[in-house]
Structure formats: C-alpha cells, structure tokens
C-alpha cells in the first residue's frame, strides 16, 4: 500500500486536500503531533496522511478578554509558552507529552490530572473551525467567551477522532497563572486521597498510584492552601513531578472510566495503574487483551467503560457500542459519506 504524505500550510489547503481525496476515493488520516495515533481500531484503509503540524500559528491573543485562537497544528508546549509571556495559562496536561497538538488532543478527548478542577478541553473550548471532507470550511462558536448561536459544532467535533472534520483551528477560554501552587505527596493510598479529596479547598489535580503513592496539587490563595497543608501534614513534592507523570504512556495501555465512587472496585487486584479518584478515571498497563476483557466487563458492569489507547491484539478498542449508536451511525454518513476519514478507526 503506497501512502501519501501531505502537510498543508492552510485551512484551505487542508480542505482541498479532503475534496480531492473524495473524489478520488481515497481515505484520508489526519495526523497532528501523532502521540495518540494508537487510539481506536486498525483503520480499513489509509491512502493519505494528512499532517497538520504547519498549521502553527498563535491567529490571536486578547490578553485582557483572557481568550486565545490558534491552528490546530501548534502544540501544548508551544501555546502554553506563549501564554505564559501574559501570566495565563491552558489546563491541559495530557499524558505521553510533549508534543501533542491542539487539533490532536480535541479529536482525541484526551486529559491529564487538572481535569479535577478545571474540566476537559470542550469546556474551555468557545469556537472551531473545522475542514469537513467534502472540502468545505466550517466554524463554530466564536472568539468571544458569551457565544451561544448556532448547533454546537465544538462538542460534536471534540473526542470524534477526526472522523467528521479535520479541526484546523480552535478558540478557548484561557485562565490566570495560579498565584500559589503547591504539590504535596503522601504514601496513604485511597485513605489519602480520600482525606485530600475532602479538604476545605480542594486541590486542583489528584493522582493515586497502584504502590499507594498520592500526589495532590493545591492552587489559590496563598493563606488557604497553606492551611490546607498544614492540616493534611503531608511532604512537599517538586513541582516538576507533573511534568514527569506527563510523560508517562506504556507501551500498551488503556483508559478506565466509572462513577468515582465505583474506581477502587474497578481497579481492586490490577497493578500498573495511575488514577485521578476525584474524576473516577484510570489509566492503566494492560498487555493482555483477556485481563482487559475482563476489567472491561467490571468498568461496563459498573456504568463506565475500558478504552485501549494503544492496540491489544484480539480486543476491540472500544467495548459495547452505546445505545446510540445508530445516531452516530447517522451523523458519519451526513459529514462523510464517501468515508473518507478515518474509515473504521471509531465505532461507526
């Protein structure tokens, strides 16, 4: 199979790139810094790579409206880089950084331990243009944070993995560097985090380790979360120990997500994982597609799910397809007809 690679330079060249491919038949993969390229099922054709990294520009920055618009090919690290010259930042921390880019981590979902306190990308997110495959260009929302027009075009595209649109720029809500950030450590396990998790402020990122490790991270006033760690009595950890839980990916591994208070149970006799108990999400080590059939049956059983973020051979990616399935199924044929994203990559 003879795969084409592009890396176009514009909206525009992204969207003519689609409707060639489409009248050409051909299948189209988009690519940003390709560190979750591993998601989803083995795609069922792949005639075209289209990569998105040119598209890196920083379109605008309203420092005061505390708003930012980028192309979708920049990645975290740049952005954040970038914000951090006004004291703002984006609450972003994926794992297997660096290098993801903004259009990657909005198809994907992805998250990192500040999902605690500030959410997923779709809720900071306030405007997306997008490349659809038959070659047009569409947007939605805007670049102002009051924006309530129009069909939701973000949420839609947000987690879709690049099977409806190409994402070639986004717009978000941006926040203020906390004026305090402090990150204490503790080996109590799920009492500690427990205990973390029920303080008066709340701390903005909590992780928990398979070996009883918890890592929790305070951000606010600089009164209060002294307080705050001073009654947990637990050791300062160096601020740098998120960037070093940002990098970790194994080689095979998978997402775990259930009702909060259903994780322990969902997790009890697994090694190899890291957990955010706040938010009821864990990632876990699975190399053996039967184990993760069977924590796949407890998470499904429990109200969540099992997604492998890299392949298990023998074991689809995603698990039972939801009851909406067919709404899903709807929606590809009305974006893609001809199937040219990402054929076979998601559920529909």
């Avoid at 003519?16 to 054709?45: D, F, I, Q």
């Avoid at 290098?99 to 306030?126: E, N, Y």
């Avoid at 906390?178 to 009492?191: A, F, N, Q, R, Y």
């Avoid at 705050?228 to 960037?243: M, N, Q, T």
Wanted: net charge neutral; aromatic share 6%; hydrophobic share 45%.
């Amino acid at each position: 199979m003879v795969v084409t690679k592009t890396t176009p330079r514009t909206a525009e060249e992204v969207a003519r790139t689609l409707r060639e491919a489409a009248s050409e038949h051909r299948a189209v993969t988009p690519l940003g810094g390709g560190r979750a390229s591993g998601m989803g099922n083995p795609l069922a054709r792949r005639d075209v790579e289209l990569h998105t990294t040119a598209l890196d520009r920083v379109l605008e920055h309203s420092q005061a409206d505390m708003v930012v618009s980028v192309e979708a090919g920049i990645t975290i690290e740049a952005l954040q880089a970038h914000l951090a010259k006004a004291g703002q930042f984006l609450p972003i921390d994926p794992f297997n950084s660096p290098g993801h880019t903004v259009g990657g981590l909005l198809a994907t979902g992805w998250t990192g331990p500040l999902r605690m306190r500030f959410g997923s990308a779709r809720d900071f997110l306030i405007g997306i243009r997008v490349a659809l495959p038959d070659g047009t260009l569409a947007a939605g929302g805007g670049r102002v944070v009051k924006n309530v027009s129009g069909y939701d075009m973000m949420k839609l595209h947000h987690g879709a993995l690049g099977t409806l649109g190409v994402v070639v720029a986004a717009s978000f809500k941006v926040f203020p560097r906390p004026l305090h950030d402090v990150t204490v450590e503790s080996e109590e396990g799920w009492d500690g985090a427990a205990r973390a998790l029920a303080t008066p402020v709340a701390p903005a990122a909590l992780e928990l380790f398979a070996g009883g490790r918890v890592l929790a991270r305070y951000t606010g006033s600089p009164d209060a979360i002294e307080r705050v760690i001073a009654e947990l009595g637990w050791k300062r950890a160096d601020a740098g120990v998120w960037e070093e839980h940002a990098r970790r990916a194994p080689s095979r591994w998978a997402r775990i997500a259930v009702p909060p208070g259903r994780l322990r149970e969902a997790l009890d006799g697994l090694d190899g994982w890291w957990a955010s108990p706040g938010v009821g999400v864990a990632h876990w080590e699975a190399t053996d597609a039967d184990a993760a059939a069977d924590v796949r049956r407890k998470a499904e059983a429990a109200g969540g799910s099992l997604v492998t973020l890299t392949p298990l051979d023998g074991l689809d990616a995603w698990g039972t397809p939801p009851p909406t399935l067919e709404v899903m199924r709807r929606i590809k044929r009305a974006f893609d007809p001809e199937g040219v994203l990402n054929p076979g990559r998601f559920v529909v």
